[in-house]
């Protein structure tokens, strides 16, 4: 094998390992929320990806996927139409069409949390170490947490528990939008 063949693959293989979700470990729960990995970066393929937000040991509560190419960037200037699902859980088909991240169909109390979005939300983004701006596209309530799911402007998406959001009033969102 050549060594530009080698160089090759292993770039290769180096991307595609930097390309999927970060789990966030909470601390202070003591507990690790293990994100699905989303590897695609092309619409037709999305129909593969898992979008459960749970697994066998829990609910997904803290994930970073910034560079998840399925949510395409938004722009700021019309943030308040970005695609939700209101009032109810979102279904597996609107979760491959980019109305919501995960579902949770099968998951036993799982609730809508009734609040109209989507939201405009200051965030902590563990992957670019810094306060972000987020448009918030879906929030789920259980007895023990409520869950918020966004996208970044940048592109991809994430999510975290609702004590770590700080949602826009109608006044901060005139200056952070004109």
Known sequence: MTINMRCFILSTISFLLFQSCNPITNKEENQTSVAPDYESNKKETISS????????????KKFDCPDDLAFAPIDLMHWATTPVVNNRLATYEETKSGLAIHHYQGYPGV???????????????????????????????????????YRYLSGGCGG???????????????????
């Open 160 to 178: 975290s528990l609702y004590r770590d959001f700080h949602f826009l009033t109608d006044d901060e969102i005139q200056k952070v939008v004109h």
């Open 49 to 60: 990806i898992d979008t459960k937000g749970y697994n066998e040991t829990g609910l997904y």
């Open 111 to 149: 609730r809508p949390f009734y609040l109209k979005l989507p939201k405009l939300a200051y965030t902590y983004s563990p992957s670019k170490r810094k306060t972000e701006l987020v448009v918030v596209i879906q929030i789920v309530q259980t007895a023990e947490d409520t869950i918020v799911g």
